[in-house]
């Protein structure tokens, strides 16, 4: 997994039906900006885990989602 | 996913027999182009929603397809 | 796979129910920082060995995880 | 998918079983050279559109390949 | 696939269980290091092909091994 911040997010009217009743956030990584489906009710500014690939799709019923939103971070410790 | 603008198409006369009939994208990311198979009719110009690795194949009847352009994007926002 | 070394760890109070009882360590591979699920024990600096993709969801009874650490390694050999 | 060019090809006389009487090409990307089992008949210096992932093995019966040449583009067009 | 250099091997004492009595080389592509699971008997120095992702696992059983060393190349020919 990777550790992203949510940066904003996306709209679009025209999409493939199975995407329909999904919220769509930009991740910056950064290295990279990605859009990931949200699971977890994230925000702006929010630190999150980020799960990208075919495991991404079993969050959301596999609906063909290859980015996914799966845990608010509370915090980075040592163990 | 990752966000990225239609520049163009490519056709292939000598092809594997189950592409026939998809149509291929040519999907700029700003790091690198790619080739999508196109699930929503986008046309140049377009900002789109690709999809990349194996659930790219669901869209497509389990076609051998590796990117979809699933979404055309109406705008991005802040949350 | 990937070898790494165990940074830190990341804690979640809000997260996907599926990933409740899983232990998330950051891993550090020299050219980026990773998320990974821990499956073998491994402390702050153990040197791992780490899968990534879909695969690592097998150690995991298919979580949908994509990285786990599998082994802490001995040394590197010659053969 | 990507697209690359048809630099060269690889022979093993040791290899995995299940691997025998495929034809492995070169093919630059450009950013990078891979080794993809050919499905069309491409040769040297020929334009192809090259899978990657796991969706390649379905060109392959199954077989653990990881890249595959599916088409010969004719040109790039503007849409 | 990816070409590569056999460099070394690596020992793992506390591992996954499922991963007992498999060989882990390491292999130099160039561009990074990664540890595949050993098919073919190859040995340091060895020119190898190597499968990445899911696909690698299906040589080792479906273990969870997201690389594999499949092929020890003869030569690099011009088709």
């Known amino acids: 997994m990777k550790i992203g911040t949510v940066t904003g997010s996306v709209w ?17 990584t950064g290295d990279e900006d990605l859009v990931a489906a949200d699971q977890v009710g994230a925000g702006k500014g929010d630190k999150v885990l980020l799960v990208t690939g075919t495991v991404a799709s079993r969050f959301c019923m596999e609906a063909p989602i290859d ?3 799966v845990a608010i971070l509370d915090s980075e410790k040592q163990p």
Chains 1, 2, 3, 4, 5 share one sequence.
Do not use: N, Y
């Open 12 to 28: 679009a009217t025209r999409k493939a039906s199975c995407l329909m009743g999904q919220t769509f956030l930009v991740i910056s």
């Open 67 to 69: 980015a996914a939103v």
